[in-house]
C-alpha cells in the first residue's frame, strides 16, 4: 500500500521545533499542505527584525525552497494564510506578495492579526496550500 503523506524534507532549511512537519505531499492528487513559516535563516534565527518586507520576503523565499524539494513552485501555491502582529503593515506585505505571487492565478489568501507568535521577533507567519504540476 502507497503511504497517503509523504514529509518534505528541505536541505539547508532550519527544522521544526515542535510535533509538526515544514510540508507534506498527499497522495492521490498531489497537493502540498506547508506549515506556518516564520521568517528564519538556515541558521533557526529570525531574518529582518522590525521589518515586515523583509521578513515576508524571507518567508517567501523559504516557501519556494520547500515547494522546489517537493518538486512544485511558487506558482504551484493555490492558498496563503498569513498571520500578522500588525494590519497597518499590511501594504508592506502586498507589495512583497505583488512581485513574488506575479503570474495569475495568484494564490488564495487570509489575513488575520494575532497577539504574538512563538518567536517575539516575529512579525508574520504564512502557511502555504499548493497543488503540483
Known amino acids: 500500500m502507497t503511504a497517503l503523506k509523504t514529509a518534505v524534507q528541505v536541505a539547508g532549511l532550519s527544522k521544526p521545533g515542535a510535533a509538526f512537519s515544514t510540508a507534506i505531499v498527499c497522495t ?14 538556515d541558521d533557526g534565527a529570525i531574518v529582518g527584525k522590525c521589518d515586515i518586507a523583509a521578513q515576508t520576503r524571507c518567508i517567501c523565499e523559504n516557501l ?20 500578522v502582529t500588525a494590519l497597518d503593515q499590511r501594504d508592506s506585505i502586498y507589495a512583497v506578495r505583488r512581485e513574488i ?22 512579525l508574520i507567519e504564512i502557511t502555504a496550500i499548493a497543488v503540483l504540476p
Do not use: Y
Open 64 to 83: 519556494r525552497r520547500v515547494l522546489v524539494a517537493a518538486g512544485g513552485t511558487l506558482d504551484s501555491v493555490v492558498r496563503l494564510d498569513i498571520h
Open 101 to 122: 505571487f506575479a503570474n495569475e492565478p495568484r494564490p488564495t489568501s487570509t489575513m488575520v492579526q494575532v497577539s504574538g507568535f512563538v518567536d517575539p521577533d516575529a
Open 28 to 41: 492521490p492528487g498531489r497537493f502540498v499542505f506547508v506549515s506556518g513559516l516564520l521568517a528564519r535563516g
